[in-house]
């Protein structure tokens, strides 16, 4: 979803501003910490003014959220849970920001700024024509406002991400922010944030959306007595154990609460959730009653589950009484070209002959090699390379996104506009819709299809050049689902998410098994922590299984890795915070008499009364600096550079093969892998399978 913020002219700026004054006038002191739902806006303190939302540009000692300036000097800023500074803020986190007092540069002074990540993990699958990944089991989407930093889409897999964004639904969520990690750490951190369900005290497990979280080594001491179903939760852990479980070792329950006191002007941005009516509805989890707001880019029918928004209001009781609602509607185009004309004055700039107008909440982003991070209008000079995220209005273009990229990209030799989705209000190949979008392919060259394909419902990418309103195409490229494997898909995995047959998630994936046939049990058999191979073709991002494998495993079966401590003897020792008994262990490179604190290992067996009974220990460290290996049958297959052997991530794409080829890989095969460990990942040189 690519979004078109609020115009702000001087009127609006000015009548907010009063508002704040007055805000602050009427707010004495107060108190309440609080988070929404999406992970990233915890607050403290009373406030004057309270803005929920994303960072969309820095200024000379200001971030803007929402639209409005805040001066950081002297704020408080906490990033996830610890003190920082302003330059630990970056473009695109979701932010709580409190303040009160007005500037003569027309921003408000911000006494707090709190910042708290959705998710962090390593991403263990990504739907390239979905523009999604997974995460810890949560569905994470992407769109042209999200802010990738340290990498790109195309280099997600298998790399340990930090995510900020918006709770789309339990299990889903639009990242606004993605950073990727140049490397994964020993130890590198697992953490999610959502709502508690499936809570089972006794078994001391519960589900974030899809994801299994295990506490069984979190001590019962800081256990928050407040942990139930239905209540916001935050699990953090460094391992992920048999059933794709996450052994958390801390759990924090998170308030709901807005961290302001009634009447305090507040302003959120995010997904409209639970909508029942005008007067009640959900926007990050904050209750908004918003019968007597004045909309913008919309009406009140615009209003539904999943619609991206801005609330302006005051609180009341608790609920954010709306005075204004601004519904963000996807950007049209994109254009790619050399700045023509800058007009900071105006708020306008010329790109490839289209006069683009931004707004207080048009994004700003600087990739070229000059980084500025103060990046605005005004620092736009004529020839810059630009690429600007636009929608039409009755203006014209107004810009969501503007980035300024190196010169050294090429231009001319590409189309200056784009515009991908699903094709709506198809009349002929002149004349269909792009999300937001009119194209005209009539001219077009067509990849992984032809004209006669174009239809309501099909996924293009279009890029051309824009005449006016109208995208002329030169180029339409229909997506593919899965182009290794058309229109089919296999998960292999634990239960998650159970509702019945034809409801639930494995691995991330929601699997429809309502008609399939199956081996091993039946549909009766199917229940959370059932351990199942699901195939069949996906419909809609459902996988509609024909088979269904019920598959046994011995569900008390745990593995920890990291660092060992408390080292007493062989048989009592930890790592990651789990007790572990190895007096009966199998030790790989190495022996028991090298297990101490320090090692960097691997353990894997049953849990008996809280202790890991290991069966086998693989100690890490070693390996890393005389080669690595693993053997067993192969499981989580997903493509050769992203499979496991017994529980290692193994990348093959790479590897010469003996007794077979990369064809032959596949769940189920026995295969021995050498080769070296980067990251947490072994990058095989060899793959021998063993008949």
Same mark, same amino acid.
């Given at each position: ?8 002219? +001087? ?25 929404? =739902?999406? /992970? ?16 969309? =540009? ?24 610890? &003190? ?12 709580? !920001? ?6 003569? @540069? ?9 910042? *708290? ?10 739907? %390239? ?7 810890? /089991? ?10 990738? @930093? ?24 639009? #990242?606004?922010? !993605? ?15 959502? %709502? ?47 059933? @794709? ?37 959900? %926007?990050?989890?904050?209750?908004? @009653? ?17 619609? *991206? ?22 950007? #049209? ?39 500025? *991070? ?11 390379? +630009? ?18 990229l190196d010169l050294s990209a090429p231009t001319g ?73 058309? /229109? ?13 047959? #034809?409801?639930?998630?494995?691995? /991330? ?44 495993? &011995?569900?008390?079966?745990?593995? %920890? ?6 080292? !007493?003897?062989v048989s009592n020792f930890k790592i990651a915070g ?13 022996? #028991?008499?090298? +297990? ?96």
């Amino acid at each position: 979803m690519n979004l078109v913020p609020r115009r702000c002219d +001087l009127e609006r700026t000015m009548a907010r501003c009063v508002l704040v004054v007055c805000a602050a006038l009427m707010t004495a002191c107060g108190g309440g910490g609080g988070q929404f =739902a999406s /992970g990233g806006i915890v607050g403290t303190g009373a406030a004057a003014v309270l803005s929920v939302g994303t960072i969309s =540009a820095f200024g000379a000692g200001t971030l803007t959220v929402n639209g409005l300036p805040y001066a950081t000097a002297a704020a408080v800023i906490t990033v996830n849970g610890q &003190p920082a500074t302003a330059s630990a803020l970056k473009l695109g986190m979701v932010v709580t !920001v409190q303040g009160g007092v007005k500037q003569a @540069d027309g921003s408000v002074i911000a006494s707090s700024i709190v910042y *708290r990540p959705d998710i962090q993990g390593v991403v263990s699958g990504v739907d %390239v024509a979905g523009q999604a990944f997974i995460v810890l /089991g949560q569905r994470v989407r992407t769109d042209r406002q999200t802010v990738f @930093d340290g990498g790109t889409f195309d280099t997600l897999l298998n790399q340990h991400v930090e995510v900020s964004g918006f709770r789309a639904s339990p299990g889903e969520l639009l #990242a606004t922010r !993605v950073e990727i990690r140049a490397s994964i750490a020993k130890g590198a951190a697992l953490e999610v944030t959502g %709502v508690v369900s499936q809570l089972d005290g006794a078994g001391k497990t519960f589900f974030i959306g899809p994801q299994l979280i295990d506490y069984t080594q979190t001590p019962q001491a800081v256990v928050p007595p407040g942990l139930a179903n239905g209540v916001l939760a935050n699990a953090k852990g460094t391992a992920v154990g048999a059933g @794709d479980r996450l052994l958390a070792t801390q759990i924090q329950v998170i308030p709901t609460a807005l961290p302001a006191p009634d009447a305090a002007q507040v302003e959120i941005e995010g997904l409209v959730a639970s909508f029942a009516n005008l007067g009640s509805f959900l %926007v990050n989890g904050q209750l908004v @009653d918003g019968r007597a707001a004045v909309f913008e880019y919309g009406s009140a029918a615009s209003v539904a589950d999943g619609v *991206r928004v801005e609330v302006e209001g005051r609180l009341a009781s608790g609920i954010v009484v709306a005075s204004r609602i601004a519904i963000e509607e996807d950007a #049209a185009v994109v254009i790619d070209g050399l700045a023509e004309a800058v007009d900071s004055a105006g708020g306008t700039v010329t790109v490839s002959a289209q006069r683009v107008t931004a707004t207080a909440n048009t994004q700003f982003d600087d990739r070229s090699a000059a980084a500025v *991070r103060d990046f605005g209008l005004a620092a736009i000079r004529v020839g810059d390379r +630009l690429s600007v995220s636009a929608t039409h209005g009755t203006a014209g273009l107004t810009a969501t996104r503007i980035t300024r990229l190196d010169l050294s990209a090429p231009t001319g030799s590409q189309p200056d506009a784009s515009a991908e989705g699903i094709i709506s209000a198809f009349i002929s190949t002149a004349n269909f819709m792009v999300g937001a979008q009119t194209v005209n392919a009539s001219s077009a060259t067509f990849v992984n299809g032809a004209a006669s394909d174009l239809a309501n419902g099909k996924r293009v990418a279009a890029a051309g050049t824009l005449s006016g309103t109208i995208l002329l195409a030169t180029t339409v490229t229909f997506k593919v689902e899965d182009p290794t494997s058309p /229109g089919t898909a296999e998960v292999e995995g634990a239960i998650s998410a159970f509702v019945s047959a #034809a409801n639930f998630v494995v691995t /991330g994936q929601k699997v429809d098994a309502s008609g399939a046939a199956f081996d091993g049990g039946s549909a009766g058999s199917l229940a959370n922590g059932v351990r199942v191979k699901a195939s069949g073709p996906l419909a809609n991002g459902v996988l509609v299984a024909t088979t269904v494998s019920i598959e046994s495993a &011995p569900a008390t079966t745990i593995e %920890v890795e990291g660092t060992i401590t408390n080292f !007493v003897s062989v048989s009592n020792f930890k790592i990651a915070g789990q007790t572990v008994d190895a007096s009966k262990a199998s030790i790989e490179n190495g022996s #028991a008499s090298d +297990l101490a604190n320090g090692r960097q290992c691997h353990a894997t067996g049953p849990a008996v009364n809280g202790v890991l009974q290991a069966s086998v220990v693989t100690l890490e460290d070693a390996a890393e600096l005389q080669g690595a290996s693993a053997k067993g049958l192969i499981t989580n297959f997903l493509s050769a550079s992203n499979f496991k052997v017994g529980g290692r991530t193994i990348d093959a794409s790479g590897a010469i093969f003996e007794n077979g080829t990369a064809a032959n890989l596949g769940n189920g095969a026995k295969v021995e892998v050498e080769g070296a460990l980067v990251g947490i990942v072994l990058r095989a040189s060899k793959v021998a399978f063993d008949d």
